[in-house]
């Protein structure tokens, strides 16, 4: 097991400090995506999703640069990501949706591993700075989850993919309302 190793410089292990790395990328990974999906529903005309991957990509961003603040604070060197691979074109709206809700199981995994790794170490603080994110990815996990369940309930015919893309926006009303998909509780 790694020990913990707090000096007057830093209170981060290298391991830490490299797994908080890791998570910048996947933040970063996520807006990039998110803005690259805004893109592509502007240019389809389903205005509301559009807005709403906008306001995520934003969001995604600010949870990048929370963990930024954090690993310097603490001594070590947050380092800005290298992002590749962006998908810019999609088969269909659900195909968006479906991406979302699989990408950010991802992130969750990726969250789950670095707090078990805080807790193993006993890095107590930097535990206890990751349960916002938990609780983060569960609200953004159950949102995208409703978004994609909305494609089989609604069903695509017809004015389908309108009534879609109204509801996408009363989802993201209430993401906005009551701070859901932004760590508020
Ligand atoms: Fe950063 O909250 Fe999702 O990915």
Same mark, same amino acid.
């Given at each position: 097991?790694?020990?913990?190793?707090?000096? /007057? %410089?830093?209170?981060?292990?290298? %391991?830490?400090?490299?797994?908080?790395?890791? =998570?910048?990328?996947?933040?970063? %990974? $996520?807006?990039? *995506?998110?803005? $690259?999906?805004?893109?592509?529903? +502007?240019?389809?005309? *389903?205005?509301? !999703? $559009?807005?709403?991957? *906008?306001?995520?990509?934003?969001?995604?961003? =600010?949870?990048?640069?929370? &963990?930024? !603040? *954090?690993?310097? +604070?603490?001594?070590?060197?947050?380092?800005? /990501?290298?992002?590749?691979?962006?998908?810019?074109?999609?088969?269909? #709206?659900?195909?968006?949706?479906?991406? &979302? #809700?699989?990408?950010? &199981?991802?992130?969750? %995994?990726? &969250?789950?591993?670095?707090? +078990?790794?805080?807790?193993?170490?006993?890095?107590?603080?930097?535990?206890?700075? #990751?349960?916002?994110?938990?609780?983060? @990815?569960?609200?953004?996990?159950?949102?995208?989850?409703?978004?994609?369940?909305?494609?089989?309930?609604?069903?695509?015919?017809?004015?389908?993919?309108?009534?879609?893309? =109204?509801?996408?926006?009363? #989802?993201?009303?209430? !993401?906005?309302?009551?701070?859901?998909? +932004?760590? !508020? @509780?």
């Amino acid at each position: 097991m790694e020990n913990q190793i707090i000096t /007057p %410089k830093r209170s981060l292990t290298e %391991k830490t400090e490299e797994l908080l790395n890791e =998570q910048i990328g996947m933040e970063g %990974k $996520s807006s990039a *995506y998110y803005l $690259s999906m805004a893109s592509w529903c +502007d240019t389809m005309g *389903y205005v509301n !999703a $559009s807005n709403f991957l *906008y306001k995520h990509a934003e969001e995604e961003r =600010q949870h990048m640069l929370k &963990i930024f !603040a *954090y690993i310097n +604070d603490a001594g070590g060197h947050a380092l800005q /990501p290298e992002v590749t691979g962006i998908k810019h074109r999609f088969e269909s #709206l659900r195909e968006v949706f479906e991406a &979302i #809700l699989g990408h950010e &199981i991802e992130v969750t %995994k990726s &969250i789950n591993k670095l707090v +078990d790794h805080c807790f193993t170490i006993k890095d107590f603080t930097t535990f206890n700075f #990751l349960q916002w994110y938990v609780t983060e @990815q569960r609200e953004e996990e159950t949102l995208a989850r409703r978004a994609v369940e909305l494609f089989d309930i609604i069903g695509e015919q017809g004015i389908g993919l309108w009534t879609i893309d =109204q509801e996408i926006g009363k #989802l993201h009303q209430y !993401a906005v309302e009551t701070g859901a998909g +932004d760590g !508020a @509780q």
